[in-house]
């Protein structure tokens, strides 16, 4: 693509000055393909005719060129230009020139350049197309793939478009007219240097300004201008973040301080909080214990809830500490996160920075509550509630249940007889027996609401009296018997006669009277145990001391035989 004068030397044309000669030469030659068609000439405006810039470019002919081409660009007589040759002679003679197509073989020529150096090339975003976006390159239109147009990937390019910006040259064909660039290898190349120049810079305890990069479940990592860091979701704030999403989102401006550097890796660690005063600093002057506060619920786990006194201070509600009844029930049965509570300061702990603090504790034990209520010896009323193998539960309060051991359901029925003749939902009476506050529980009565029927006879018996007994059992190893028809005994079968061929519990039958001695009184379950041995081994020790002695010579049986003669005789009289 050489100058008119570079065609013209090269058919031995130097000879030649005139115009006309110069013409002729052409003609004779080449005819009209003269090879002009393709080549890039200057030219001079010689005037403009309505739509077209006609332009002398040293041919017989005078060019034409769109006055469009020009765009928004003055033109006028006397200007010079350079000029893409289309068409050596159209249907008027004339020559057909472009400028656009000019400016553009100037352009590939410039470009193929800085392709072949690798330097960086000016360019202006100016369209979308399918994948990616044009981009005019000074006359060459170049296609920019979407990603290669930014580090990371851009949403919205409508800031970027119209403004000239570098670009690097991926790929150029020519022929095809294919030019690809990439925005993203610029940016690249220039972090590099800037990582390069912070890195070497960095040190613990600097404060930086950053863009929030990426976030990430246990924090975001922040751009630095060149390198990333850090930012932990325990290092954003003082006050709980559950979730990073909850105080950045990407793309925010963020002031942030270098908490670690390793030189050795380049991990960088990055805190917000730094930045700001401790929330914690004089927390045990403010919040001392006993000290009933309001605070707002922000999580809740299995073992408790957190409690947030003001931001960046929150306290810990153990799950024991909660209710005062509701033991077992999960702490968000009791509480729901953003719950505006009233709490009580039981423990502080600033240098670990921890506060326990108590929910129950703002409002009265209801054990002590109804202590003061029902003292011991009250009656109260209740439903029961729930019945085990031991003993039934009535309720007492909304959330309170007094218990009524089968023991003290009836005097004189077994605790299995009596238990059988309540039935859950019934409602009962019963007697406040005792109020253990600390344990948190209430014994009740229902068998205390009357006398004891056996308190008389249990204030007459004592060890070593004899009584009558009825048998109302008989067992492989000895008797159940009842006394004065209040109290039950059990004689063991070693202790049902002196002489061991007699100590048979199937001689006896029940309803049978038989007298026995008191060897034990448990006067709380009203309970005797008695022997028949004891108390013939007693008469034996009598009779002797009566009507016997070492020096008088009579024999065991004459003694005993006097001795039952005589009690036979009184037994008579008494008749």
Known sequence: MGSIATVARQHGADQYTGTDDFAALLDSTLGSNTGFEGSVVSGRVSRIDDEFVVVDVGLKSEGRVPLKEFGAQEVKPGDVFDLFIERYEDKDGSIVLSREKARREEAWTALERAHEAQTRVNGIIHGRVKGGFTVDLGGATAFLPGSQVDIRPVRDVTPLMGMSQPFQILKMD??????????RAVLEETRAEQRSELIQGLKEGQILDGVVKNITDYGAFVDLGGVDGLLHVTDIAWRRINHPAEALTIGQPVRVQVIRFNSDTQRISLGMKQLETDPWEGVDVKYPPGIKVTGRVTNITDYGAFVELEPGVEGLVHVSEMSWTKKNAHPGKIVATSQEVEV???????????????????????????MDDHPVGSLVEGEIRNMTEFGLFVGLAPEIDGMVHMSDLSWDEPGELAMAKYNKGDIVKAKVLDVDVEKERISLGVKQLEEDPAAGVLDRVHKGMIVTCV?????????????????????????????????????????????????????????????????????????????????????????????????????????
Do not use: C, H, Y
Request: hydrophobic share 40%; glycine share 8%; aromatic share 4%.
């Open 174 to 183: 020519r022929a095809r007219g294919n030019i690809v660039v990439s925005r």
């Open 471 to 575: 048998i109302t059992a008989v067992q492989t190893n000895g008797l159940e018997v009842k006394v004065d028809d209040v109290l039950t005994g059990f004689i063991r079968r070693a202790e049902l006669a002196r002489d061991k061929g007699d100590q048979r519990p199937d001689k006896f039958a029940v309803g049978e009277k038989i007298d026995a001695k008191i060897t034990a009184v448990d006067r709380a379950a009203r309970k005797l145990q008695l022997t028949v041995k004891g108390k013939e081994i007693d008469e034996d020790k009598q009779a002797m001391a009566d009507f016997g002695s070492s020096d008088s010579g009579a024999s065991l049986g004459d003694i005993l035989g006097a001795a039952i003669r005589r009690r036979n005789q009184q037994a008579q009289s008494e008749t």
């Open 344 to 370: 009580m300061v039981l423990d502080v702990d600033a240098s670990k920075r921890r506060i326990s603090l108590g929910l129950k504790q703002v409002s009265r034990n209801p054990w002590e509550q109804f």
